[in-house]
């Protein structure tokens, strides 16, 4: 039987307090820091060689709903009542509130080196020590809203413009294709710094500290955010019900994307699932 992932506002406070608990517990295994890891590996970019798959790609959408499958059947092993909340910024893009609760997310980082001192996934509690990123912080970081490139969270009508496309994806198949659902989703555009970004790149922009790189994964919210990019597609899925995943063969060789992106019955390394696998989530889960 399907399950339901809820809109974090909606959760009752113990249902908080089971999912918060269940992510402790998944770090304290060691399990939570192998997520991050994988994040980290297959964070490819444009200019980089090789297959992308997590980001700047049409797998973008499919592999992070397989990435929070694996994700939410750990935690249900600990916790068979727990399931992924997600976070509709457009909604909740408030810098206080239950999301950033003492019970639940925590805080804003502190002024100087961004720590969060609030949560249970504050460094001072003993139970959220960073062990793998890009820096040599051990501790959680913010910055809401990147003072010093100043960012807002996506509004409904920045939404609206990756919803409103009718295809999946375009070519080039990258960070620099002008239409197509899956990168107004992600979010590139032309620009520099924060002018660049849109809906879910905005949102890591947003959060900053260690939302801003590849090892994201290492600040709780980011499950939040995906199982929202995650709803959004679903939700154009029903909108859109013969648009499919693009490309459905793969770049022919001596083309720029040859090798570079999955097409519809590849398999998405570090998995052997296809993209056209994962379009239907029907018997797994629903959105609420």
Do not use: C
């Amino acid at each position: 039987m399907a399950y339901t992932r809820k809109d974090q506002r909606d959760l009752t406070k113990a249902e908080r307090r089971r999912f918060v608990a269940a992510v402790l517990e998944l770090k304290r295994s060691g399990r939570y820091d192998d997520y991050v890891r994988t994040h980290v590996k297959y964070y490819n970019a444009d200019g980089e060689t090789g297959l992308r798959t997590a980001h700047m790609a049409p797998s973008f959408l499919p592999w992070h709903r397989q990435y929070l499958l694996d994700f939410e059947r750990d935690l249900r092993e600990i916790d068979r009542t727990v399931t992924v909340p997600y976070w509709d910024w457009t909604r909740d893009h408030s810098p206080v509130g239950p999301l950033w609760g003492e019970d639940f997310m925590g805080g804003n980082g502190r002024r100087g080196d961004l720590q969060v001192t609030t949560g249970p996934f504050a460094y001072r509690t003993g139970n959220w020590p960073i062990t793998v990123g890009v820096t040599e912080n051990r501790f959680l970081t913010r910055d809401f809203g990147h003072p010093k490139d100043p960012v807002e969270l996506p509004t409904r009508a920045e939404l609206a413009w990756a919803t409103g496309e009718t295809s999946y994806d375009v070519s080039p198949w990258n960070s620099t294709s002008e239409g197509g659902f899956r990168n107004r989703l992600e979010g590139w555009t032309r620009g520099t710094g924060s002018a660049r970004l849109r809906n879910h790149n905005k949102v890591h922009r947003w959060v900053g500290g260690l939302m801003l790189g590849a090892a994201s994964v290492n600040d709780p919210v980011f499950w939040l955010h995906h199982a929202f990019v995650d709803a959004v597609w679903s939700r154009w899925q029903s909108r859109n019900p013969g648009a499919h995943y693009q490309p459905a063969s793969p770049p022919l060789p001596g083309t720029a994307q040859f090798g570079r992106v999955v097409s519809r019955d590849e398999p998405m390394p570090p998995w052997t699932v296809t993209p056209a696998q994962m379009e239907d989530h029907s018997r797994l889960y629903r959105y609420a």
